[in-house]
Structure formats: C-alpha cells, structure tokens
C-alpha cells in the first residue's frame, strides 16, 4: 500500500513562472491536506480538500495560490508568478476521514520548491 | 488562534545521552497533542497524547502531557545517531482534521 506520493521532490523556477505541485492521497483516502515548512520553522496550514471540494483554505496566501483536488487524479497546488519567498517545502497529508483522527493523518515525503 | 511553542530550538548531544524536549501550547479547544519525528522527508507520527499524567512510550522515546500547565515534554534515553531529526509537537484544531505545529527542535546526536 503505497504511502502518499508527492511529485516532483525537487522543483526549481525563476520569479514569474508557475509551479504546480502534485499529491496523490494514501489508496482509500478522500482528504488532502496541504502544509507549508518555510526554512527553520514548523509546518502550516494552507488549505484543505475533498474530492472535487475547497472546505478550509484559512492558510493559503489570498493571491497567486489555489490548490484543487479532482474527481480524478491527483490533488495540485499551483503557485502563479512565484517570488523568491515562496520558497520552502511543500508537504501534503491525507486521511480517511475528516474529523476526529488527527494521528491518522499520513504525510508525504514533501516537495521542495526554490525560486532563483 | 492555537498556538504551539517547542524548545529548546536545537539541541547537540553526545550518544547516550539522555534529552528532553519541550511543548507549550495554547488551544481553544484542547483535544490532543500530537508528537512527530522528521528527518530530511515525511514527518512520522510518534505519539497522541490526551490525557494528563499517562506516560506514553515507545522504545527509548516517551512522552507526557500536562494539561493543567498546557505543555508536554517528549524524552529520549540513551540518544542514538538515528535519533537526529526535527521533533515536532502539533495541536488539532476543534474539528481535529487540521494541526497547528510548533517550530520544531532540531536534535543533532553525535557519535
């Protein structure tokens, strides 16, 4: 049972390109979190997702960011006109359910985005 | 707004040594306190703490949690080169889907 699969590991872009990061949940999961780890800190929130659904997205940024998680495929958080700030790494976690387990939550491996 | 605070931010042992690492938060709603270890990929979950005064261990590793005081602490007896990693501790929101973490302690055990 593969965990959740996070891709590309690496993403390199230069201001102004966009980035898109792709997360496919654990088999069996429906909600897809994503987190932000800026360098030295701990990971934050940015938006959570159900199959076709928005339900929080407190943490995303109000400009540039959106994240979206089809019928099919893979959850993606695509980053517009990405700055040199924008660079961290970016970790998704999926469950199976919505409420009440935080311990079943699994995280992937991360990808980490630099912007020259 | 949760708020999660972790110290010391890092910490260089020696093996064997013996390490404690801190957790203070502040949560509207308290549910449980979550511990995770990450090294340089995923971070694992290590411990679920929801009760005060209960010991939760795995290993050398264990953890308690004070709720009268609002911190936990996590431990780690005779420290090994693999033990090195980022130890995070994190509060679930009220629904307990979404985590606030603390900044982490960045644990180096030399040989």
């Known amino acids: 049972n593969a965990g959740v699969m996070q891709n590309p590991r690496h993403l390199v872009r230069r201001r102004g390109q966009e980035a898109r990061l792709r997360c496919s949940p654990m088999k069996g999961h429906s909600h897809v979190y994503w987190y932000r780890q800026l360098p030295e800190e701990g990971l934050k929130f940015m938006v959570y997702?159900?199959?076709?659904?928005?339900?929080?997205e407190s943490g995303m940024p109000k400009e540039r960011f959106s994240a979206e998680f089809p019928k099919e495929g893979p959850s993606i958080l695509r980053i517009q006109q990405v700055v040199r700030g924008d660079s961290a790494a970016y970790f998704c976690?999926?469950?199976?359910?919505?409420?009440?387990?935080?311990?079943?939550?699994?995280f992937g491996s991360g990808t980490q985005l630099s912007v020259l | 707004e949760d708020k999660v605070v972790q110290s010391p931010l890092s910490l260089v042992v020696h093996e064997g040594d013996t390490v404690t690492l801190n957790c203070s938060y502040e949560?509207?709603?308290?549910?449980?306190l979550l511990w995770y270890k990450q090294e340089k990929k995923a971070p694992t979950f290590l411990f679920m703490l929801t009760s005060s005064g209960i010991e939760k261990k795995s290993g050398r590793l264990s953890s308690i949690l004070d709720k009268k005081e609002l911190f936990s602490i996590l431990n780690i007896t005779a420290t090994q080169t693999g033990d090195s990693a980022i130890y995070l501790c994190a509060v679930p929101n009220n629904a307990g889907n979404m985590l606030t973490f603390g900044g982490g302690t960045r644990l180096m055990v030399k040989p």
């Open positions: 949560v509207t709603n308290f549910r449980s």
């Open positions: 997702l159900q199959k076709e659904n928005i339900i929080d």
């Open positions: 976690a999926s469950s199976s359910q919505s409420t009440g387990a935080p311990e079943k939550l699994f």
